[in-house]
């Protein structure tokens, strides 16, 4: 019998029992594996190796040293158990917008559209004219170049998130319904794109401010027409655009249309103006190599 109020007794006992364990290391028994614990952690021994390490001085090191040999046996048993099975949550894909917007990507952009519709000019609040339309109505229908040019990378929180777009572009307008036939323009603008993760959808909201030449029909006698030929132009845009890559995509929405003179043919000629908007349609190619992706 192991009297287990005798400190000494009780951890000699349990060492046994660790020798045992560590004879067997083949199938080891998960209640000896823990009797190493049991013997460091019970406030008996504990309190008879301190005592002893100041009394008995001749036994207690080789007692200390057995059962420190002991711990380390044991722990090196259970660094060889199996690992346990862990499942790992697949990781969000990857987002391919960052392959379509970043900073200074170039595309080329052919835009085109009807504007039958006929407003008064939408920034007339700006202006000491009346907030009123012209009487005689246009049909005009662009054909826009653009070269794109985004000027970061995408940024943003919720859905404010996105880059913007320098755009310089040349026009060639026709006049299916009016007096004049022909409008050519230069026009420069910013557009920004809302772009989400993982969206090929991205809206849009453009604006373009522009100089072009109009072949002027009211100084030959038609009233209402243009009052000359050099004119200012304004543009503003709204819609979608769905990239089917890095390279290609397509764009639809609404394009609205200003044109007049800004007064300068008063007082000989009014100043009517043209102010149309209808749906506009585009295609966006990419100038260039692809983004280069950085090195893992």
């Known amino acids: 019998m192991i009297d287990r109020g005798d400190p000494h007794q009780y951890c000699l006992s349990n060492l046994g029992e660790g020798q045992e364990t560590s004879r067997n290391t083949s199938h080891p028994k998960p209640q000896n594996r823990f009797s190493t614990y049991s013997i460091l952690a019970n406030p008996l021994v504990r309190r008879y190796l301190i005592t002893n390490l100041h009394i008995r001085r001749s036994k207690t090191p080789t007692l200390v040293l057995a059962c420190i040999i002991l711990s380390t046996f044991v722990l090196a048993q259970d660094s060889q158990d199996p690992p346990l099975n862990v499942t790992l949550r697949n990781p969000k894909p990857a987002d391919f917008n960052r392959e379509i917007y970043y900073k200074n990507k170039l595309e080329f952009s052919l835009e085109g559209g009807v504007l039958p519709r006929n407003i008064p000019f939408v920034f007339t609040f700006l202006t ?169």
């Open 128 to 296: 000491s004219g009346r907030y009123n339309r012209a009487p005689l109505d246009y049909t005009l229908a662009p054909i826009i170049a653009s070269l794109r040019w985004q000027m970061d990378s995408v940024r943003g929180p919720n859905f404010l998130r996105g880059n913007w777009d320098l755009t310089v572009s040349g026009s060639l307008t026709l006049v299916p319904r009016g007096p004049e036939t022909r409008y050519f323009v230069y026009i420069m603008g910013v557009r920004r794109n809302f772009v989400q993760p993982r969206w090929r959808i991205a809206p849009y909201f453009e604006g373009r401010l522009g100089l072009g030449n109009i072949d002027a029909k009211e100084p030959l006698g038609v009233r209402y027409a243009q009052g000359q030929d050099f004119t200012f132009t304004v543009m503003l845009g709204s819609g979608v655009r769905y990239n089917f890559n890095p390279r290609y995509s397509i764009s639809a929405g609404v394009g609205y249309m200003h044109i007049s003179n800004l007064y300068l043919s008063e007082p000989k000629y009014p100043n009517y103006g043209i102010n149309v908007y209808g749906p506009m349609v585009g295609i966006n190619v990419r100038l260039g190599k692809p983004k280069a992706t950085p090195p893992k």
